[in-house]
Each structure stands twice: as C-alpha cells, then as structure tokens.
C-alpha cells in the first residue's frame, strides 16, 4: 500500500506563491497517478489537479487553471503543487491522494491520501 507524507504549506499574503510537496512510499511511483485536493471548512473535498504517472497528462480544475502547477520527479518519488498568485478563497487543507479507479475529480476514486497540510492565505 502506497504511503503519502506531505510538507510545505503555511501562512501567506494574497498574492504569494507556496509549493507542497507529498512523497510516496511502498510501492514504485512510477507506476501511480496522483492528484491534489483540498478541503475548505464546511465544505466537500474538492478537486484540483490531476497528474498522471509519466506526468504527459494533467488535467487541473478550472478554478486553479493558469495558477497551480503540478509535477512530480518519479526518481524523488514525490509529486509538487506549485501555487501562485494566491487567493484567500485558496485558504483549506491541501490533501495529496494516489488515484485508484474511477473518476479522478471524485474524492472517493482515491485509495490513499497525505495527511493534509493547511494553507491559509490573508487578504
């Protein structure tokens, strides 16, 4: 089973830029999709970006779009979301989740998921 540490996050002004990071073990990285979520309070886990294994396709969410990069560095075993121009409605846990089957912008399409980082963006 695949297991998911995430680091990064934190408290930025609107405007600046955070990169998260999640790293995988126990079982080759190459060979899983990932995506990144995240959770406002009060609200459903939702879907931001999708990265599959060879990084040749990535599907983002139109509200991140133009703003977020994902990647990863299969030889690092770890996957990034760089975050830029930063918003306060961007203020949530960020989640990190190994695609299982199923719709990717669906939460319950996931097998595993990093232990949540927060990001909290001021105005």
């Known amino acids: 089973q695949v297991q998911l540490v995430q680091s990064g996050g934190g408290l930025v002004q609107a405007g600046d830029s955070l990169r998260l990071s999640c790293a995988a073990s126990?079982?080759?990285?190459?060979?899983?999709?990932m995506s990144w979520f995240r959770q406002a309070p009060g609200k459903e886990r939702e879907f931001l970006v999708f990265i599959d294994w060879s990084s040749s396709y990535i599907y983002y969410a139109e509200t991140v779009k133009g703003r977020f990069i994902a990647s990863r560095d299969n030889a690092l075993n770890t996957v990034y979301l760089q975050m830029n121009s930063l918003k306060p409605e961007d203020t949530a846990i960020y989640y990190c989740?190994?695609?299982?089957?199923?719709?990717?912008?669906?939460?319950?399409?996931?097998?595993?998921w990093g232990q949540g980082t927060q990001v909290t963006v001021l105005s």
């Open positions: 126990g079982r080759p990285f190459s060979t899983i999709d």
């Open positions: 989740g190994h695609y299982n089957s199923g719709s990717y912008v669906m939460s319950g399409s996931y097998e595993t």
